[in-house]
């Protein structure tokens, strides 16, 4: 679909940018250590979709250095970046929508705003791979802007170049969830600050199978 290119164009390109802005944001790091509580033990094997800049792999192997964690993102300069700022962790370009293509396991998978840039279909896909490539009680993160599909569309950044949005519906992705055979559901939801005036919630999931 010509938008995911564009959208992983623009992702491309604006890399350090995000990197400038969001590499140390601390907001979510409660989400993140309840994500560290419910793995099994300091050594679990993690996949992270979506790392950009590998702001949140760098929070959990500060944590937890014996993580094992394979770190993928689409936008190759978002994995040069990341392999930069966290040299101890196995990186990968790869699109979420292809993670039928990753033949090993884990105890938990990783995808802090990702789903954002996946239609509802290939969501659905993601969280039913996710599910196949987790071991017994593995862990899922999944964050997101819970909304209608119908505000979905193209946003500018500064730079004018766009990514296609996709709000997602809370209840519907928990329904999908539990349908893919994930039990208990953990729901955050998060404040943040957009400028001044405007401030969104942002919604965390953790989903263990
Ligand atoms: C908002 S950033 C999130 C980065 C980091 N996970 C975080 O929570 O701060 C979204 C990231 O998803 C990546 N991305 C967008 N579409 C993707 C796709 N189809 N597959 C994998 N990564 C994708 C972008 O390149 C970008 O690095």
Redesign the pocket.
């Known amino acids: 679909m010509e938008h995911?290119e564009e959208?992983?164009t623009t992702?491309?390109s604006i890399?350090q940018c995000?990197e400038d802005m969001?590499m140390d944001?601390e907001i979510?790091n409660d989400s993140y250590n309840r994500f560290c509580e419910l793995l099994p033990n300091d050594k679990a094997p993690i996949l992270?979709?979506?790392?950009?800049?590998g702001?949140?792999t760098k929070y959990l192997l500060q944590k937890h250095p014996n993580y094992q964690i394979l770190a993928?993102?689409?936008?190759p300069n978002?994995i040069s970046l990341a392999q930069k700022n966290v040299p101890n962790a196995r990186f990968q370009q790869?699109?979420?929508?292809?993670l039928h293509t990753i033949s090993e396991t884990f105890h938990g998978i990783?995808?802090?705003?990702?789903i954002?840039?996946?239609s509802p279909q290939?969501t659905d896909q993601l969280i039913k791979n996710a599910h196949i490539l987790l071991q017994p009680r593995g862990v899922l993160y999944l964050?997101f802007v819970s909304g209608n599909d119908t505000e979905s569309g193209f946003i500018s950044g500064s730079t004018g170049e766009r990514?296609y949005f996709y709000y997602h519906d809370t209840t519907t992705i928990k329904k999908t969830l539990t349908t893919q055979g994930f039990q208990s559901i953990e729901h955050f939801e998060i404040p943040y600050k957009r400028s001044e005036d405007v401030t969104e919630m942002h919604t965390i999931l953790l989903a263990q199978k």
């Not at 992270?48 to 800049?53: Q, T, V």
């Not at 790869?94 to 292809?98: I, V």
């Not at 990783?110 to 990702?114: D, L, N, R």
């Open positions: 995911y959208t992983h992702w491309n890399a995000y969001f944001l979510y992270e979709i979506g790392c950009g800049p702001n949140i993928t993102d689409v936008a978002m790869l699109d979420g929508r292809h990783m995808c802090g705003f990702t954002p840039y996946l290939d964050s990514t």
